[in-house]
C-alpha cells in the first residue's frame, strides 16, 4: 500500500499546479455533494464567524485545493512563491532569539513552512509541528516529505515539543497551528469568532521557555494555480501588545489574531474544520 501511495503521489506531483487545483475545485464540490455532515459544519462554522453561505460554498473549492496540491507541493518541483512581509522576518535576525509563527487553517498552510525554508531556512532553520498520519503506510510519506533542507518536522508528541523548544532556544524558528484542537488536557476554552473552542496553550508555554517573537503567517492560493503569496503579520501589531503570561489571556489574544487573518480572506479558510470538538485523548497526544 505505501509503494502504491507513494507512486500515484510521485505522478501527481508531475502534473501542473493549475491541473491540481482544477482537480482539487471538483474534488471539494463532490465532498460537499456526497456530506450533509460537512455541508452542516460548514455553512454553521462561516455563520457563526458572521459570514453568508456564499462565503461558505466559496471555501468549497478550495478546501479541495488544499488536498490535491500536496503531491507537487511534497515531490514536485518548487512553485512560485510572492511575499507580503518579508521584511518582518527579516527585522528578527537577533542572534539568540528564536521566532515562533502562527498561522491558521487559512489557504495553504503547507506552503509557508516550505517558502520559509527556501529563502530564509539556510540562516535560521524551522521546525513544524505536524500531527503524525493514523495510517503506519502514510505517516512515513509524510513526514520525508516535509523535511528539506532548513525544514525540520517535529510530531505532536512529548518528544516533539522538546525539539521545539531546543530549536527556540538555539534561536531558530518554529511554526504551529494554534487553531488546531489539542488533546485533552493541553489547552483552555477561549473565544474564536463569538464561540468557545478549546484552544492549545502550547504557544504560551514555548513563549515562557525562551527569547522569542511571535510573527503570523498564512499562504494566500493565488487565483489559476499562479502559485501562493505568503503574508507575515506582526503578532504585536495585530494584537496590540505582547503575549500574555496566563493561558487563558494567552488563548484568548492568539484566537484573536487568528480570526484577523481569516478575515483577510475568508473564502480560503477552512471552515469544516470541526474547530469547536470537545477534545479527546489520542495515543499521539502531548504527555
Known sequence: MALLIHSVFRVLSWLPLPVLHVMGWLLGWLSFALSARYRRRLFAHAAQAGYPRRVALASVGESGKLVTELPRLWLGRPVRIEWAGAELIEATQTPGSGVLFLTPHLGCFEITAQAYARRFGAARPMTVLFRPARKPWLRELVANARSRPGLQAAPTTLSGVKQLMQALKAGEAVGLLPDQVP?????????????????????????????????LSWGERLSWGRGYRVHVRSFDAVNGGPLSAQPDEAARQINLAMEALVRECPA??????????????????LR
Open 183 to 215: 488533546p485533552a488536557g493541553l489547552g483552555v476554552w477561549a473565544p474564536f469568532f463569538g464561540r468557545d473552542a478549546y484552544t492549545m496553550t502550547l504557544s504560551a508555554r514555548l513563549v515562557r521557555a525562551a527569547d522569542v517573537q511571535i510573527l
Open 268 to 285: 480560503q479558510y477552512l471552515w469544516s474544520y470541526d474547530r469547536y470538538k470537545t477534545p479527546n485523548r489520542s495515543a499521539h497526544s
